[in-house]
């Protein structure tokens, strides 16, 4: 009997030696627990936010709606770092819980655990969709940027052939040429990275927006075919043109030559040097050559470009009318 005593007041000792490490253990973890608890209701509560976010979220628009909707929702997604040092936190004490816990007898940790595992994975969820929501909103102004980039480059080259097809002197080669240049050079990249913008635009609009792009991208597209269908007839009469001005200028330095000759003849000046100045000019020089070949090359321009368009005589009557005039002069040079 009193061996039991003896033991049982040993146990006695035994368990009030652990109570104050066990009373410190359980103020250790209570406090631990109100840490979790705290950040547990912050997280949640950005949980329901981003919930709302996503659902509030405005998608499609335009580039300027798009970046309104961006700046409004971007402080919150700023915040997306913080959280995530908070949860971390969290997971930290919690892995100090289970550490702290590890063997102790009476200590039940798999509420705290199952807490823990679903609070993880609601904010991981969430993190996903708020980072989702952040690679669209970015996405659409992206695209966005690269499609008005692309329609700039577009309808500058438009308007800056419009203001070469409806130029109305073309006096020099070296303007033919870079008529030239810009029209033979090959522009099909332009209106191809055009429709490409166009189409990574649109999986960041809505079908409304979806169908007004359409729209615009058709009538840019309409003015770029009516181009490139004008450029080879505006090159043939660029062409005609030139050739045009400098039979015109033939016609005026020999009507100059005429005019001086008549004046001399009428002043009883030298005649034989008149007559040798006559054969001299228009003989020995190649100024009726240079013109006959220059009309000659009117008349290709003149008969390809009425091949191409029946019903436009423009160019035809042009090189009549400058074939009737050099006749003219040719008839007072002989």
């Keep these: 009997m009193m061996f039991v005593l003896k033991k049982e007041k040993e146990n006695l000792v035994i368990i009030r030696s652990m109570i104050p490490t066990k009373i410190q253990l359980f103020h250790h973890l209570l406090s631990q627990l109100e840490a979790i608890d705290e950040g547990e209701k912050e997280i949640l509560s950005w949980c329901d936010e981003v919930d709302r976010a996503v659902a509030s979220a405005v998608r499609g628009g335009t580039q300027e709606e798009m970046r309104t909707e961006y700046d409004k929702h971007k402080p919150f997604l700023s915040k997306t770092v913080s959280m995530q040092a908070l949860v971390q936190s969290k997971n930290n004490v919690f892995q100090g819980i289970l550490k702290n816990t590890e063997g102790k007898e009476g200590v039940d940790s798999g509420g705290i655990v199952r807490r823990m595992a679903e609070l993880n994975s609601k904010f991981e969820e969430r993190l996903a969709t708020i980072r989702e929501l952040d690679q669209s909103m970015l996405g659409g102004i992206k695209s966005w940027d690269g499609f008005l980039e692309a329609e700039k480059a577009v309808v500058g080259w438009i308007q800056e052939a419009e203001a070469m097809i409806g130029a109305k002197h073309v006096d020099c080669k070296d303007s033919v040429e870079s008529h030239?240049?810009?029209?033979?050079?090959?522009?099909?990249?332009?209106?191809?990275?055009?429709?490409?913008?166009?189409?990574?635009?649109?999986?960041?609009?809505?079908?409304?927006?979806?169908?007004?792009?359409?729209?615009?991208?058709?009538?840019?597209?309409?003015?770029?075919?009516?181009?490139?269908?004008?450029?080879?007839?505006?090159?043939?009469?660029?062409?005609?043109?030139?050739?045009?001005?400098?039979?015109?200028?033939?016609?005026?330095?020999?009507?100059?030559?005429?005019?001086?000759?008549?004046?001399?003849?009428?002043?009883?000046?030298?005649?034989?040097?008149?007559?040798?100045?006559?054969?001299?000019?228009?003989?020995?020089?190649?100024?009726?050559?240079?013109?006959?070949?220059?009309?000659?090359?009117?008349?290709?321009?003149?008969?390809?470009?009425?091949?191409?368009?029946?019903?436009?005589?423009?160019?035809?009557?042009?090189?009549?009318?400058?074939?009737?005039?050099?006749?003219?002069?040719?008839?007072?040079?002989?």
């Design 180 to 334: 030239k240049a810009f029209f033979e050079k090959d522009n099909d990249c332009l209106m191809n990275g055009y429709s490409g913008a166009a189409e990574a635009l649109k999986p960041h609009l809505s079908e409304q927006d979806s169908s007004k792009l359409d729209d615009q991208v058709r009538k840019v597209s309409s003015r770029w075919n009516e181009i490139q269908s004008l450029a080879p007839l505006h090159m043939m009469k660029v062409e005609f043109r030139l050739e045009d001005e400098a039979v015109a200028k033939h016609v005026r330095e020999v009507e100059r030559q005429l005019q001086e000759e008549g004046i001399a003849f009428q002043k009883s000046e030298d005649v034989a040097g008149i007559i040798q100045s006559h054969v001299d000019y228009f003989d020995k020089s190649d100024v009726v050559q240079q013109v006959e070949g220059r009309l000659k090359s009117m008349g290709a321009v003149a008969a390809s470009y009425a091949e191409t368009v029946p019903d436009d005589a423009v160019l035809s009557d042009a090189l009549k009318t400058r074939k009737e005039q050099w006749d003219g002069v040719l008839g007072r040079i002989r």
